[in-house]
């Protein structure tokens, strides 16, 4: 079993940053791991993503060049760098993980945390 717990959400200005932070209970070297968002009323999206196969990182079309995932499999945590958020990046931000090489819809991951809020003001 894996458990994931995300942290570093909060209340920030556009143009602001924030760096999301993932703990895994296990060691996830094999794992891929993902960020998704979801805003009120919307559905579940995909934000970035961390291949264990390979070294492969890939963003959303909405988030390429201001966010950035990394990860650390030692200490069993991986973060994402949000930098010049926006409005619309205001969503509950969940920490994912998947035994697949790669994966971007929310059905291919196999474990989930609670999510962290992140809220960007005007």
């Known amino acids: 079993q894996v458990q994931l717990l995300e942290s570093g959400g909060g209340l920030v200005q556009a143009g602001g940053s924030l760096r999301l932070s993932c703990a895994a209970s296990?060691?996830?070297?094999?794992?891929?791991m993902g960020w998704f968002r979801q805003a009120p009323g919307k559905e579940r999206e995909f934000v970035a993503a961390f291949s264990w196969s390979n070294g492969r990182s890939d963003y959303a079309d909405s988030v390429k060049g201001r966010f950035t995932i990394s990860r650390d499999n030692a200490k069993s945590t991986m973060w994402l760098q949000m930098n010049s958020l926006k409005p619309e990046d205001t969503a509950l931000y969940y920490c994912?993980?998947?035994?697949?090489?790669?994966?971007?819809?929310?059905?291919?991951?196999?474990?989930w945390g609670q999510g962290t809020q992140v809220t960007v003001s005007s």
């Open positions: 994912t993980a998947t035994r697949s090489t790669w994966a971007q819809v929310p059905n291919e991951y196999e474990y």
């Open positions: 296990g060691r996830f070297s094999r794992y891929t």
